[in-house]
């Protein structure tokens, strides 16, 4: 039964997740005065951003002729959507209760009340599961070729990727920047990645396709260094590798809906065939958490679209839309050119007081010079998660009102230094006090985390 609780604080909309469904859901909603909240999501499901934050180029969104880096691409979607007024939650929804009405979303942090949500909370790469997974997970095994290919340990050696769409086919390609040689390991006899890649991959002399190949081992020291196969004969062998990359699909993030609303057998929100409604009036689906087939960028973009236009007519209908007015019809322009990277600072450049710099001079002079915590953090170029962690670790910074100061070394262009601090994937977080190491977080981690570190040593 559909219970009624009265609540002062309901929103119009919430949307959850942060993909391109997401973000285009919350471009519409908000410029539709509805005030939508977005929920980006943090630890669950993939990184914030979607499963673009962990792509390099991508060629086929329209609008951009020369290609544009996935979450380069990203943050200018959240930059429009919060341009239009969208309030961002970082945060996880653990359930929603659907009985009641308004829709009650559980976060980590607090509860929402909703008349309508859309959900758009995409899908998370698949593990394989072989022997040895977790001893080599983040010491040569990895979901994500191209946050970590750049590692030192994978320069001039031999890599894997198992896979046959495109994500390993981008990957494979990827990788042959670093390694000496890529084993593209396919369980089937054919790929089913497009065409151009399919072309790419085989024009390029580094990449040796294993056909009809499974891996099921892992071995090797404190690194990985090898991977037992076997083939459609039964045949095994071995292949020794430094890295071993998975991009063997994704699973849908619904696990949080607990069955309130219809989904497939695979895990798939069922929607009404070619639109956004779901099986709960009032509750709409976008992006790649309901479709199993297109799973584009541009797809979910038009998805999320749909799901934004169809949450406004049915509050519209059922009289429950409180719009907001605004001051001025057109918000101020988003500051969108501080997304991209910043320059190295140089010795004419670098500020002994400056809060946040880039590059190894800046590292060393701090290093040695200043009397304050300092905070590195290991990124690469094309790294998504990246992207993530630096705003909240900036925001961390100011809040302790430059208590500490941060650095940002990129991996790809000051690798010997990578390898002196032992990095073996990106982001990396090192907090030093007087030369000495105190602490290292890997992945993107709650800014309290970071702040409590911090407070413990100043
Ligand atoms: P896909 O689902 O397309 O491909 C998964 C691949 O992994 C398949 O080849 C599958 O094999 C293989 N696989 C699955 N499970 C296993 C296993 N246990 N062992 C070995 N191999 C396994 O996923 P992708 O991530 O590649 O792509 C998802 C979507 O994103 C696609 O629509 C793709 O086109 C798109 N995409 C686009 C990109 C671009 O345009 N730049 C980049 C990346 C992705 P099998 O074929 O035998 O089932």
Redesign the pocket.
Known sequence: MVKTEIKSEVENVVIVGSGPAGYTAAIYAARANLQPILITGFTSGGIPGG?LMT?T????FPGFPDGVLGPELMDLMKAQAVRWGTKLIESDVISIDTNIKPFKLTTLDEDIYSNSLIIATGASA?R?GIINEEVYWSKGISACAICDGATPQFREEELAV???????C?EAVYLTKYGSKVHL????D?????AA?IDRVKANEKILIHWNT?VVEAKGNDWLEKIKTIDKEMNQGEINIKGLFY????TPNTSFLEKQIDVDKKGYILCKEGRPETSIEGIFAAGDVSDSE???GVTAAGSGCMAALAAERWLSEKNLSKLITREQPDPLKSNSSSIYDEEEVTEETFDINSQWQKGSYALRKLYHESKRPILVIFSSPTCGPCHVLKPQLKRVISELNGAVQGIEIDIDKDHEIAKQAGINGTPTVQLFKEKLLKKQWKGVKQRSEFKEAIKNII
């Open positions: 499963q792509t180029f991508v060629e086929n698949n394989l198992v896979g046959g769409g495109d994500s390993a981008e390991l396919v369980r089937s054919k790929l089913r990645a497009s890649m499974s991009a063997i699909g994704h297109w799973r584009q």
